[in-house]
T-cell receptor, first 114, second 114 residues
Framework: EDQVTQSPEALRLQEGESSSLNCSYTVSGLRGLFWYRQDPGKGPEFLFTLYSAGEEKEKERLKATLTKKESFLHITAPKPEDSATYLCAVRASYSGAGSYQLTFGKGTKLSVIP | DADVTQTPRNRITKTGKRIMLECSQTKGHDRMYWYRQDPGLGLRLIYYSFDVKDINKGEISDGYSVSRQAQAKFSLSLESAIPNQTALYFC?????????????FGSGTRLTVV
């Protein structure tokens, strides 16, 4: 069974205080690891896809990295507008219809205090 | 207009009532999904569809049914609503390929069953 565990559940940062969110996963062959941002009352918004260990992606103050067992979302000098819940999801590489499903973690709620 | 539109945005219904949640998309994607989100449990897959004639059960399909009326429309029905179906429901779409960009989510329907 595919599993995704995100930590911490919640994180409070001062504006400008850099930190990282963790996503640990167990999957039978990784086809892709996805990061999403979710604001209250809204649907998740796609941020990054990572496919192989060692891969990195960046967008503004966010950088996502991937190893064989986990992914990190690094937030550099965060601003209050970065406050949101960040979700991690994986897609397994087994064949058939199930290979297009995503398994989501429970998310990390990030609060950035001015 | 949003790429993925869900109606209604909010709904309060009574136990035992039948209710339908609707989703339409302008992305031109073949694949559509219904997820529910509960505090502390994350996003869980209810049903998914790869085209009009291909409907598949997800992790938690009991008590739900779906209809894919057209490529752009995917409806979720609760035949006899119960209080533990109170949740935030999301429709999502993905491309007919490896889904590099992950899913595109709607803004959600907040359903309360009293």
């Amino acid at each position: 069974e595919d599993q995704v565990t995100q930590s911490p559940e919640a994180l409070r940062l001062q504006e400008g205080e850099s930190s990282s969110l963790n996503c640990s996963y167990t999957v039978s062959g990784l086809r892709g690891l996805f990061w999403y941002r979710q604001d209250p009352g809204k649907g998740p918004e796609f941020l990054f896809t990572l496919y192989s260990a060692g891969e990195e992606k960046e967008k503004e103050r966010l950088k996502a990295t991937l190893t064989k067992k986990e992914s990190f979302l690094h937030i550099t000098a965060p601003k209050p507008e970065d406050s949101a819940t960040y979700l991690c999801a994986v897609r397994a590489s087994y064949s058939g219809a199930g290979s297009y499903q995503l398994t989501f973690g429970k998310g990390t709620k990030l609060s950035v205090i001015p | 207009d949003a790429d993925v539109t869900q109606t209604p945005r909010n709904r309060i219904t009574k136990t035992g009532k039948r209710i339908m949640l609707e989703c339409s998309q302008t992305k031109g994607h073949d694949r559509m999904y219904w997820y529910r989100q509960d505090p502390g449990l994350g996003l869980r897959l209810i049903y998914y569809s790869f085209d009009v004639k291909d409907i598949n059960k997800g992790e938690i399909s009991d008590g739900y049914s779906v209809s894919r009326q057209a490529q752009a429309k995917f409806s979720l029905s609760l035949e006899s609503a119960i209080p533990n179906q109170t949740a935030l429901y999301f429709c999502a779409t993905s491309e007919n390929d490896r889904g590099y960009y992950g899913y595109t989510f709607g803004s959600g329907t907040r359903l309360t069953v009293v």
